[in-house]
Structures are given as structure tokens and as C-alpha cells.
């Protein structure tokens, strides 16, 4: 009943940019936080990013300062700025959004099926 689609991922030079788009839909009452996690090749899934309903904000060290995280409420999309990118960015970018469904009476995390983002030396 909820999807999340991931997109804007791709193959980019070392110092390149690439911003992604993750859109919540169905039968979505309200989000609550959403995010940006990523998994590398033998890594576990980290946090990237976050931001609150309210727009508070929440960064990885390693990318403080080179990403921006933000959102429009209205269409239920969180974003994902990324600047100046490193070889050590390289993994599969999750959107994940914490959000209540019409129906339900609480709050539960959703995936989407991720996106590849390569940085070449």
C-alpha cells in the first residue's frame, strides 16, 4: 500500500554532484522522519542523512558538509544533494521514510528498493 521510489542515482566523477529523489506514495496519513541510508559492498546500511517532519536535520560525519538533506511535504519527497563526491561514496542509496497509513494507529518504517551511486577516481 506504500511505495517509496528511489531515483536521480548514477555513475559520476570524483568531485562530481548528484541529487536523488525518494516520493512516498499511497495510502500515506502522515510522515514522520525521513532519510537516506547506504549500504557498500561489504559494509553494513549507515545513516547518510535524515530530516524531521519539521525540517531539523541529521548528518553522517563523512558527509557533513558536502550533502544537504531536505523535503517537500507536499508531495511526500525527501532529497538528496550531494557535492563534491569521494570513490568512498560509492554504495546503494535507501530512502527510508517513517510514516503512519490511513487505517493505522501508529508509526512504521518503509524502504525503497534503492538506488546505485558509482564515483570514479
Known amino acids: 500500500q506504500v511505495q517509496l521510489v528511489e531515483s536521480g542515482g548514477g555513475l559520476v566523477q570524483a568531485g562530481g554532484s548528484l541529487r536523488l529523489s525518494c516520493a512516498a506514495s499511497g495510502s500515506i496519513f502522515s510522515i514522520n522522519g525521513m532519510g537516506w541510508y547506504r549500504q557498500a559492498p561489504g559494509k553494513q546500511r549507515e545513516l547518510v542523512a535524515a530530516i524531521t517532519s519539521g525540517g531539523s536535520t541529521n548528518y553522517a560525519d563523512s558527509v557533513k558538509g558536502r550533502v544537504t538533506i531536505s523535503r517537500d511535504n507536499a508531495k511526500n519527497t525527501v532529497y538528496l544533494q550531494m557535492n563534491s563526491l569521494k570513490p568512498e561514496d560509492t554504495a546503494v542509496y535507501y530512502c527510508?521514510?517513517?510514516?503512519?497509513?490511513?487505517?493505522?494507529?501508529?508509526?512504521?518504517?518503509?524502504w525503497g528498493q534503492g538506488t546505485q551511486v558509482t564515483v570514479s577516481s
Open positions: 527510508n521514510a517513517y510514516l503512519r497509513t490511513y487505517g493505522s494507529s501508529w508509526y512504521m518504517g518503509y
